[in-house]
């Protein structure tokens, strides 16, 4: 996932990582049946959950100023996560839209 996250800022920093989290619920999303309370992938759901949690910590770090995950530490996670859960594209997705406006 080709982004030079570098050369951000501290507050560019947070700002992605806001915008993955929200990304990602989106995502996510693929995982219930529409209109429905209905769960059809529930292991996958639970993955998302997970790689939601490090994304939200890894943010709520960057605003205390405290340490934590790294965000090249996070998007090598999101990378993971989409070969293995053969999500590769809604992963590059949800990055390219986090991405926006930085």
Not at 83 to 101: T, Y
Request: proline share 2%.
């Amino acid at each position: 996932m080709p982004l030079n996250v570098e050369s951000l800022s501290n507050h560019a920093k947070t700002a992605l990582l806001a915008r993955l989290a929200y990304t990602l619920t989106i995502c996510a999303r693929d995982t219930y049946e529409a209109g429905t309370d209905r769960v059809v992938q529930p292991e996958l759901l639970r993955a998302y959950n997970e790689l939601l949690h490090r994304v939200t910590g890894a943010t709520m770090n960057h605003v205390l100023g405290s340490d934590g995950y790294l965000l090249k530490d996070i998007l090598e996670m999101l990378q993971a996560f989409g070969e293995k859960n053969k999500r590769a594209g809604e992963m590059q997705w949800a990055l390219e839209q986090a991405g926006k406006s930085l």
